[in-house]
DNA sequence: GCCCAGGTGGGTA
DNA sequence: TACCCACATGGG
C-alpha cells in the first residue's frame, strides 16, 4: 500500500522538477572506466574538487593503462587537489589492477550484457566500490536502470518523505530503487541532485522558493 | 572556525 | 545488524 502512494509521489517530484529543470537525455558519453574513476574521485568530494582531480588526473597520464602502472605516489601528487588522495590513489590503482586480472584488458562493456544485479555485485567486488560507485557506473555509461543514491538525493528524498529519515544511504538504494520506475531512474537521479545542489541544500533546512513546496511536509 | 561535499571499509558491540 | 570513525581538501 505505501508503495503505491509513494509512486505517485515519485511521478508528482518529476513532474515538478522537470517543469524547473527541463527534462535531461541520457546520453553514453563516457567509458565506464571513466566513469568508475571519476567516480571514486567523488565520494563524499564536493563537484568542484572531484572535477578538478579527475581533470588532473587525465593531464598526468596518457592512458588508464598508464595509471595502473603508476606509482601510487604519483597517482595521489595528480589528485591530492581532490582530497582524499592517499585513500583514492591506491583505491584507483587497485581498481584498474584487479580490473585488468579478471579481464585481461581495461574494459568493463561486457556488464551490458549481465542481468543487473550481476554486474553491480561484479563491481562491487572492486576494493573501494560500494553501491552508489557501482550504480554510477551502470546508469551513466551504460544507461542500465540502476539508482545512485547520494548525499543530495537522500537529503531531498528524507525531506519529501519518500523515505524515513533514518534511513541509511544503503537501504535507500533498495527502497529508492523501488520506487522510482526503471524508464525513470535517470531522469529522476539528475533531477534531485540538481535541486540537492540548487534549492534543497544540506544548509537549508526550509528552502524558500522549493519548486517541491507543496509536496514537502518540512513546509507545514 | 565550522560544516559540508554526488562514500567506503574496517572496527566494535 | 548497526553504529562509529578515518580518510583530506576547499568552498561557503
Known amino acids: 500500500m505505501v508503495e503505491v502512494k509513494t509512486s505517485i509521489t515519485v511521478k508528482q517530484v518529476l513532474a515538478l522538477l522537470k517543469r524547473e529543470y527541463g527534462v535531461p537525455e541520457w546520453k553514453p558519453d563516457h567509458t565506464p572506466i571513466s566513469v568508475l574513476v571519476q567516480t571514486i574521485l567523488s565520494q563524499n568530494t564536493s563537484d568542484i574538487n572531484s572535477t578538478r582531480a579527475f581533470e588532473s588526473l587525465l593531464a598526468s597520464f596518457s592512458s588508464w593503462e598508464s595509471v595502473a602502472n603508476a606509482d601510487i605516489d604519483a597517482i595521489e601528487q595528480a589528485i591530492r587537489c581532490g582530497g582524499l588522495g592517499g585513500v583514492k590513489a591506491r583505491c584507483i590503482k587497485q581498481v584498474l589492477r584487479e580490473i585488468e586480472r579478471k579481464r585481461d584488458k581495461l574494459e568493463l562493456d561486457f ?95 526550509l528552502c524558500q522558493g522549493c519548486v517541491l513546496k507543496e509536496l514537502c511536509p518540512s513546509y507545514t
Open 111 to 205: 556488464l551490458s550484457r549481465l542481468p543487473l544485479s550481476q554486474a553491480r555485485d561484479w563491481l562491487e567486488q572492486l576494493p573501494g566500490v560500494g553501491v552508489k560507485t557501482a550504480s554510477c557506473v551502470l546508469l551513466f555509461s551504460l544507461g542500465m536502470p540502476a539508482l545512485p543514491v547520494d548525499t543530495h538525493i537522500l537529503r531531498v528524498a528524507k525531506r519529501l518523505g519518500l523515505i524515513n529519515p533514518d534511513q541509511s544511504a544503503v537501504k535507500a538504494h533498495q527502497l529508492l530503487g523501488r520506487l522510482v520506475p526503471s524508464q525513470d531512474i535517470y531522469q529522476f537521479h539528475i533531477l534531485m541532485i540538481e535541486h540537492g545542489r540548487t534549492t534543497c541544500q544540506a544548509r537549508r533546512p
